[in-house]
């Protein structure tokens, strides 16, 4: 894994980024999906992968020895399950396939209730593209996979999901500008942003290059300086 890593960096890719960001994958054990499954975990993504069974032998997936986050085994086209996995397990990025036989990928999105991840469409159908646009989706990839497509899609769901991150801390700049706002301080990690009201945190701790953050919830949050 450190060579591939080394070869990733060379290649321009953000591992820092996507350390534990979650992934979601579906048909995780196919070629088109081990591939992915493995090429984002070794960006440092925790991937999340679902798929009814093993469908080669010998199998992408086992010849790999992937070793990821989740490796679900159920019916991946089931609309509902799909659904409540991804409520469940709040994915940073979704590989969505369109055609199941009881509706559709876009089933799986009417049925989702958490919603801040980006989402790429794999699919053999070309028709369906039109309405991947309405659901605001990075990209449409089709099949057989155009790898320079996939890598750019990959490339997108980064840059958008740094924007959010920026965002967030700009409204909460904007927040404790505002007067008559409750002060805000933004909490920068690896793995996540927090916006935080001031009275929420007891005290800090400095310790070198880091600093612990207490809350009245019991919670602790490290920072890099």
Avoid at 129 to 152: G, N, R, W
Avoid at 163 to 191: C, D, M, P, S, Y
Wanted: aromatic fraction near 10%.
């Amino acid at each position: 894994m450190g060579k591939w890593k080394c070869i990733l960096e060379n290649l321009g890719m953000n591992l820092e980024f996507w350390k534990n960001r979650s992934v979601f994958v579906t048909g995780h054990t196919g070629f088109k999906g081990s591939w992915l499954s493995l090429w984002m975990s070794m960006l440092g993504a925790e991937v999340h992968g679902i798929s009814i069974s093993i469908p080669t032998d010998p199998s992408h997936f086992e010849l790999l020895n992937l070793n990821i986050k989740n490796d679900i085994r159920l019916d991946i086209y089931n609309s509902k399950k799909i659904a409540d996995i991804i409520n469940k397990i709040k994915p940073d990025l979704v590989f969505l396939d369109i055609q199941m036989p009881d509706g559709n990928g876009f089933d799986v999105l009417k049925g989702v209730k958490y919603k801040e991840f980006e989402i790429v469409f794999i699919t053999a159908y070309q028709e369906y593209a039109i309405q991947a646009i309405k659901f605001s989706a990075l990209a449409y990839i089709l099949k057989p996979i155009d790898v320079e497509e996939l890598e750019d899609a990959v490339d997108k769901a980064l840059t958008t999901l740094q924007k959010k991150k920026n965002e967030i801390q700009f409204n909460a700049l904007a927040n404790n500008i505002e007067r008559g706002e409750k002060k805000k301080l933004v909490l920068k990690t690896q793995e996540s942003v927090y916006v935080l009201e001031l009275k929420e945190i007891i005290r800090c701790e400095a310790d070198k290059n880091y600093t612990s953050f207490y809350l009245e919830s019991g919670k602790r949050i490290l920072v890099s300086k």
